[in-house]
């Protein structure tokens, strides 16, 4: 039984920071697995925002993210990063992260969070 525990999201001004992190237990060992992170807002379809793989010496971000979005994990403690600078009121939304086990094709996510909420306001 693999679950997927976000937290750190919280209610910031345009311009901050904000760090999520998610944890896994359960499952496999972590390295096992490539991690992603979605975000969804009310009415609209998840998106992803970004991902991370195994080893975490390879990421991908959406372009409306990139420069200012971090992904970063840490296989000892069951732990992946999204760290955001430079909010803005287009990053509101409810933000999730997801499994996938290592070698599976592209965009198959097993395992899914709860989510955190972000709100960004100007």
């Known amino acids: 039984q693999v679950q997927l525990v976000e937290s750190g999201g919280g209610s910031v001004q345009a311009g901050t920071s904000l760090t999520l992190s998610c944890r896994l237990s359960?499952?496999?060992?972590?390295?096992?697995?490539?991690m992603g992170w979605f975000r969804q807002v009310p009415g609209k379809a998840r998106v992803f925002v970004g991902s991370i793989n195994w080893r975490g010496d390879n990421t991908h971000y959406i372009d409306s993210v990139k420069g200012r979005f971090t992904i970063s994990r840490d296989n000892a403690k069951n732990t992946v990063w999204l760290q955001m600078d430079n909010l803005k009121f287009e990053d509101t939304a409810r933000y999730y992260c997801a499994a996938a086990l290592a070698g599976s094709p592209a965009g198959r996510y097993d395992y899914w969070g709860q989510g955190t909420q972000v709100t960004v306001s100007s």
């Open positions: 359960g499952g496999r060992t972590f390295n096992d697995y490539d």
